[in-house]
């Protein structure tokens, strides 16, 4: 018993195969995360080293050649450029296309360990970052409120901060702009040439003293008691008091050679929202993460928080990819759902016959409903990329149905029975349209092997049109049998009445 002969026997069967597709289609649409872009990964890492108060050429001398020549040993490396700036390192090192970005990250990381020794004892620790599209933000949020920017700051950073790392989704959240306070100790030359001190002697004595240290342990009466020294800063008076040498035998203390105030730190950026000095807060989420979900629960949550804001403080929604995102779906379903029904009219017009053009008719949404279960399982988004796939695909997705309705309606209007005319007609027809969708499909088949970002990104759409063309043949050989024509459609039907 071939396909067509089994879709005829035993309709329940087919009826129930068909939901369990829908059904299985609906959740994995539910599941599905929606975001722009498919998730790609550039095959690029980048190297940050921070030595502040250095110039591009020391930067250049200590800091960049040592970290390009122990990069450039990693295997898959394809090339390595830098950027050296006022404070500054940038190290690229692109991959090629292929290599596992993960494994080549950790290889640079553990180079880096090793020339640690190398470079500067001051200089920060070198970040190793992998670009990654997901790693745009979501969504940019700018608040205003008085001409304080540093209460303005400390009330976002204590309250809008703590509260939206808390949303499900959010995996960080940045603040920019606004005052920051720190401590500045001012040190007066003429005072540490008089006493013999070095500057350095003084920052290692702020920075050693300010630190609290294990002790060990101390036993009593079969009794354990953690010991640890107590150093951290509470106040001014503390740095002040702390001792930074020794004069003749005296111990010099650092308000002796230096004045110690709390001030703002010096402002390299600025931040304003609607012309007003303000903090801009940015959000990132979570590998994986719904973008729209997860907007929508941070909207809800300011909705709440906006409550409770201080009289003049407000919120304004600067970027919010889940915005986008939306329009692209609204565009691009409705033109799907457009071409859906302009292709539908053009079946009625040729046909004049209801049962077979609405047969036809709900091939196209169950044929993409069952395209859904594949793209969840591989593990793509519901992206920009895969909802063109979707949209092109649409015209396409009746072609097989069209061929076997209408030979279907050849064998009624020979005098078969409509069951006998459906095994029939699918039957004579089943090889031509399994190769008119695999010639179709083999058009596709160049962008699975294309190379660069180009093939990462339209790999998604043609699996997509590959997968619905698929879904569509079998739902043309299955579910279109036990609908076949009447012979009241036939003689309603504009189709020829003989072969």
Same mark, same amino acid.
Not at 208 to 227: H, M, W
Not at 259 to 266: L, Q, S
Not at 287 to 300: F, T
């Given at each position: 018993?071939?396909?067509?002969?089994?879709?005829?026997?035993?309709?329940?069967?087919?009826?129930?195969?068909?939901?369990?597709?829908?059904?299985?289609?609906?959740?994995?649409?539910?599941?599905?995360?929606?975001?722009?872009?498919?998730?790609?990964?550039?095959?690029?890492?980048?190297?940050?080293?921070?030595?502040?108060?250095?110039?591009?050429e020391?930067?250049?001398?200590?800091?960049?050649?040592?970290?390009?020549?122990?990069v450039?040993?990693?295997?898959g490396?394809?090339k390595?450029?830098?950027?050296?700036m006022?404070?500054?390192?940038?190290?690229?090192?692109?991959?090629?296309?292929?290599?596992?970005?993960?494994?080549?990250?950790?290889?640079?990381?553990?180079?880096?360990?090793?020339?640690?020794?190398?470079?500067?004892?001051?200089?920060?620790r070198?970040?190793?970052?992998?670009?990654?599209?997901?790693?745009?933000?979501?969504?940019?949020?700018?608040?205003?409120?008085?001409?304080?920017t540093?209460?303005?700051?400390?009330?976002?950073?204590?309250?809008?901060?703590?509260?939206l790392?808390?949303?499900?989704?959010?995996?960080?959240?940045?603040?920019?702009?606004?005052e920051?306070?720190?401590?500045?100790?001012?040190?007066?030359k003429?005072?540490?040439?008089?006493?013999?001190?070095?500057?350095?002697?003084?920052?290692?004595?702020i920075?050693?003293?300010?630190?609290?240290?294990?002790?060990g342990?101390?036993?009593?009466? +079969? %009794?354990?008691?953690? #010991?640890?020294?107590?150093?951290?800063? &509470?106040?001014?008076?503390?740095?002040?008091? *702390? =001792? !930074?040498?020794?004069?003749n035998?005296?111990?010099? +203390? %650092?308000?002796d050679? #230096?004045?110690?105030?709390?001030?703002? &730190?010096?402002?390299r950026?600025?931040?304003? *929202? =609607? !012309?007003?000095?303000?903090?801009?807060?940015?959000?990132?989420?979570?590998?994986? #993460?719904?973008?729209?979900?997860v907007?929508?629960?941070?909207e809800k949550?300011l909705k709440?928080?906006?409550?409770?804001?201080?009289?003049?403080?407000?919120?304004?929604?600067?970027?919010?990819?889940?915005?986008i995102i939306?329009?692209?779906?609204?565009?691009?379903?409705?033109?799907?759902?457009v071409?859906?029904?302009?292709?539908?009219v053009?079946?009625?017009?040729?046909?004049?016959a209801?049962?077979?053009?609405?047969?036809?008719a709900?091939?196209?949404?169950?044929?993409?409903?069952?395209?859904?279960?594949?793209?969840y399982?591989?593990?793509?988004?519901?992206?920009?990329?895969?909802?063109?796939?979707?949209?092109l695909?649409?015209?396409?997705?009746?072609?097989?149905?069209?061929?076997?309705?209408?030979?279907?309606?050849?064998?009624?209007?020979l005098?078969?029975?409509?069951?006998?005319?459906?095994?029939k007609?699918?039957?004579?027809?089943?090889?031509a349209?399994?190769?008119?969708?695999?010639?179709?499909?083999?058009?596709?088949?160049?962008?699975?092997?294309?190379?660069?970002?180009?093939?990462?990104?339209?790999?998604?759409?043609?699996?997509?049109?590959?997968?619905?063309l698929?879904?569509?043949?079998?739902?043309?050989?299955?579910?279109?049998?036990?609908?076949?024509?009447?012979p009241?459609?036939l003689?309603?039907?504009?189709?020829?009445?003989?072969?």
């Amino acid at each position: 018993m071939n396909i067509p002969q089994f879709s005829v026997k035993k309709p329940v069967t087919v009826s129930m195969v068909i939901l369990i597709i829908v059904v299985l289609g609906i959740i994995a649409l539910t599941k599905l995360g929606l975001d722009m872009m498919p998730d790609i990964t550039y095959p690029a890492v980048t190297v940050l080293t921070s030595y502040e108060g250095s110039s591009p050429e020391d930067i250049e001398e200590l800091i960049t050649e040592p970290i390009e020549e122990a990069v450039a040993t990693v295997k898959g490396i394809k090339k390595v450029n830098s950027i050296s700036m006022e404070g500054l390192s940038a190290v690229i090192a692109e991959f090629e296309w292929g290599t596992n970005i993960d494994k080549g990250a950790q290889d640079i990381r553990d180079i880096i360990d090793m020339m640690m020794e190398f470079l500067p004892e001051d200089v920060s620790r070198p970040q190793v970052i992998k670009f990654d599209i997901s790693m745009m933000p979501i969504a940019v949020y700018g608040i205003t409120g008085g001409e304080n920017t540093y209460k303005l700051r400390k009330w976002v950073d204590d309250n809008l901060k703590n509260q939206l790392e808390q949303v499900d989704g959010v995996a960080s959240v940045f603040l920019f702009g606004g005052e920051e306070k720190e401590i500045k100790v001012e040190v007066e030359k003429r005072k540490i040439f008089a006493f013999k001190l070095l500057l350095t002697q003084i920052a290692d004595s702020i920075s050693s003293s300010n630190i609290n240290q294990p002790g060990g342990y101390l036993t009593k009466d +079969y %009794v354990e008691f953690l #010991a640890r020294t107590l150093s951290k800063y &509470k106040n001014i008076d503390d740095i002040k008091n *702390t =001792m !930074a040498g020794f004069y003749n035998g005296k111990p010099i +203390y %650092v308000k002796d050679v #230096a004045t110690v105030r709390e001030a703002f &730190k010096e402002k390299r950026s600025d931040s304003r *929202t =609607m !012309a007003k000095p303000g903090v801009m807060i940015v959000l990132n989420k979570e590998s994986g #993460a719904n973008i729209v979900l997860v907007s929508n629960r941070i909207e809800k949550k300011l909705k709440k928080i906006e409550k409770f804001l201080p009289p003049d403080f407000k919120i304004y929604d600067i970027f919010n990819q889940a915005n986008i995102i939306k329009r692209i779906l609204k565009v691009t379903f409705g033109n799907a759902a457009v071409g859906g029904l302009l292709a539908v009219v053009i079946l009625y017009v040729f046909l004049r016959a209801i049962a077979p053009t609405l047969t036809i008719a709900l091939a196209i949404p169950t044929s993409l409903i069952a395209t859904l279960i594949p793209i969840y399982f591989l593990g793509y988004t519901l992206n920009f990329v895969i909802l063109i796939g979707i949209a092109l695909g649409v015209g396409m997705l009746v072609d097989s149905s069209i061929v076997v309705i209408e030979n279907i309606y050849r064998y009624v209007s020979l005098g078969f029975e409509p069951k006998e005319a459906a095994v029939k007609g699918a039957s004579e027809v089943i090889g031509a349209i399994t190769a008119s969708t695999l010639t179709t499909v083999v058009v596709f088949i160049p962008l699975f092997f294309a190379e660069g970002i180009t093939g990462r990104i339209f790999r998604q759409m043609a699996t997509t049109i590959s997968f619905a063309l698929f879904a569509s043949l079998f739902i043309s050989i299955t579910c279109l049998l036990y609908t076949s024509p009447s012979p009241r459609d036939l003689s309603t039907s504009r189709m020829p009445s003989s072969a």
